[in-house]
């Protein structure tokens, strides 16, 4: 009798009974490596890494020659992904090695749930390891691994996807129905209709890339006035890249934005407390020297936060002495507009909060702002607002396309008074840093919400009246330390500040660290650097000596120090200061070293 008979038909239902048959040889020949390019042997083929964060290395490595190295900066957290072509229902088993500190490996897009495995610490190689089952019509998933916001770079190798492949994936059909819209003096936006099985585009502009998105739509900028361009688009998925559409040709308009008049090559731009005193004392109108050639009035205040409704008047005779006629005052802006000079109203200012949260408030900023203007007979607007005047609201992440109220209406008011006054009609902006160059880290809320929701929120308005704005001159001062685009954090108070926050204005960056929402650079001529005029005047002074380090750097390229900018630009317009009347407190110090400086 064979003993051994029965024992292996009980053992084979036992297997089959507890669901191991799958684990048999005949059942693993459809499993197989999907991952492509795991031990990045061939660079970053297969790979896609955000905001530029990855890069291949030599050393450390855990299998091969080559390892991935990717640095998450502000709030980029240095995801770098690919897609695979997988089967509905069924099982996959992602693997890695990673070092450094809170380290993910996952996968999204399975159609059930996404899954990830993670380490908090990793000095040496660690594996990491997770599994998932695929959806009924699931047929590819996004692998990836990326850091933690804060943290160093962190490095992965040998990442591996084991399970059975999917149909392969054909390459898109060449996308049609490409369109430019309305063209400005310095920007085309186009549209196309999406084409199936795409997940990103290439946008070319006269034959050469010019960018890459996800959606179906591009903003082409930093164009010229008054010039024909050409562009194509191309449909991507990881099958490759689909012909060229036909090419579609638009022209700019002319002029090149915001003019503003006849302002000189190099430009001073200084506050004047005309409604108020305070510790420098009061300077009257005529008496404010002809180095200034934008003098701007502070402040235009609102009769609430939310009203719209803007007002101006001199300084009160109780408060201030001194003070001019309300016919004299207007005769020396006369007289300096005479002299070659621009006089503006700046609106907003430190206590006055503005707040244009309804179309009411837009109205009546247009009609409040353009009594002022027309009463003192003036050559156009600055926007001083700080505080709470701007913010984002949840879900408003992208500064091209802005859904905030007292964004949106602010952009539309603006526009409004530019078309009522002209071409000749001088725009300016002082924002803080902490609305403009703290955009590159962070922007609103937040992808997770949490954040700050003013970060980065003059990005938008500057942004939507590049084209109409004379000037932009930040504040840089009354700052806290802000990251530059050498991801390293600087500090007010030394060249060093202005030359980086500078070369963020004209060199452009990746908004909250996502490439495809980039802040466009602003021209040279569009840029002056806001600085305080005394050591009295507010927080990061800076000494004449430090100013013209800052100058000699992004206008000649030397004097830099150790931070390198990305151009040279003999054209920037000039510097701006917090105020006249504080730099007549400190002997005209400010004033005289720009006058004395040599720019070429």
């Not at 196309?192 to 034959?207: D, I």
């Not at 194509?232 to 002319?254: D, F, I, L, P, R």
């Not at 084209?467 to 990251?483: A, C, E, F, K, R």
């Amino acid at each position: 009798m064979d003993r051994t008979r029965p024992l292996t038909l009980l053992l084979a239902g036992v297997l089959a009974a507890g669901g191991l048959v799958s684990l048999t040889p005949a059942a693993q020949a459809a499993d197989s490596e999907l991952a492509r390019n795991g031990g990045f042997e061939s660079g970053l083929d297969g790979w896609s890494c955000s905001a530029g964060s990855g890069a291949v290395v030599t050393s450390p490595v855990h299998g091969g020659t080559k390892a991935l190295q990717a640095t998450p900066a502000g709030s980029d957290h240095a995801k770098c992904s690919q897609t695979v072509t997988v089967k509905p229902n069924s099982a996959y088993t992602l693997s890695g090695w990673v070092r450094g500190s809170y380290v993910y490996l996952g996968a999204s897009g399975t159609g059930t749930t996404d899954v990830s495995a993670w380490t908090q610490s990793a000095p040496d190689w660690q594996r990491l390891s997770t599994t998932f089952t695929t959806g009924a019509s699931t047929t590819s998933v996004t692998i990836h691994t990326h850091g933690w916001y804060g943290t160093g770079a962190y490095h992965a190798d040998d990442i591996s996807l084991i399970g059975p492949g999917g149909d392969p994936v054909q390459i898109p059909a060449t996308p049609t129905g490409l369109a430019a819209g309305s063209p400005t003096s310095t920007s085309v936006p186009l549209s196309w209709p999406a084409v199936s099985g795409a997940t990103s585009y290439k946008v070319y502009r006269g034959g050469t890339l010019a960018g890459t998105v996800t959606g179906t739509s591009y903003t082409a900028t930093g164009l010229t006035p008054s010039t024909s361009y050409s562009f194509q688009v191309s449909a991507v998925n990881s099958a490759g890249e689909s012909a060229k559409s036909t090419a579609v040709s638009a022209t700019t308009t002319s002029g090149g934005g915001g003019s503003g008049g006849d302002l000189p090559a190099h430009a001073l731009v200084g506050y004047l407390h005309a409604s108020f005193a305070n510790g420098s004392g009061y300077t009257r109108m005529a008496d404010v020297p002809d180095s200034w050639d934008v003098i701007n009035l502070a402040f235009g205040e609102p009769t609430s936060v939310t009203s719209g409704d803007i007002r101006f008047s001199l300084c009160p005779a109780a408060e201030c002495p001194n003070v001019e006629s309300l016919a004299d005052f207007k005769a020396a802006i006369k007289a300096k507009q005479a002299a070659g000079k621009k006089v503006l109203i700046s609106i907003g200012g430190q206590n006055g909060q503005v707040q244009l949260s309804t179309t009411a408030a837009r109205d009546a900023f247009v009609s409040s702002v353009s009594k002022i203007i027309d009463e003192y007979g003036l050559d156009g607007l600055d926007i001083d607002f700080e505080g709470h005047s701007l913010s984002l609201q949840t879900g408003d992440t992208d500064f091209r396309n802005p859904t905030s109220p007292v964004i949106v209406h602010l952009i539309s008011a603006v526009k409004s008074l530019k078309a009522k006054y002209g071409s000749d009609f001088v725009l300016t902006m002082a924002p803080e840093t902490f609305f403009v160059q703290l955009g590159y880290q962070f922007y609103g809320s937040g992808q997770w919400g949490g954040q700050d929701p003013r970060a980065g929120a003059y990005l938008p308005v500057i942004h939507a009246l590049r084209d109409d704005l004379t000037l932009l001159h930040v504040q840089d001062y009354n700052s806290g330390p802000i990251m530059g685009l050498d991801n390293q954090y600087h500090s007010m108070g030394g060249a060093d500040f202005h030359i980086a926050m500078t070369d963020m204005l004209l060199t452009g960056f990746p908004v909250a660290g996502n490439a495809e929402r980039f802040f466009p650079a602003l021209r040279p001529e569009q840029v002056a650097i806001g600085l305080p005029a005394s050591t009295q005047a507010g927080n990061g002074h800076t000494t004449p000596s430090e100013v013209n380090k800052a100058l000699d750097c992004l206008t000649k390229k030397t004097n830099c120090g150790s931070y390198q900018t990305h151009g040279t630009w003999p054209a920037l317009r000039g510097l701006m200061t917090w105020s006249v009347n504080w730099d007549r407190f400190n002997g005209w110090e400010f004033s005289r070293n720009f006058d004395a400086y040599r720019w070429s």
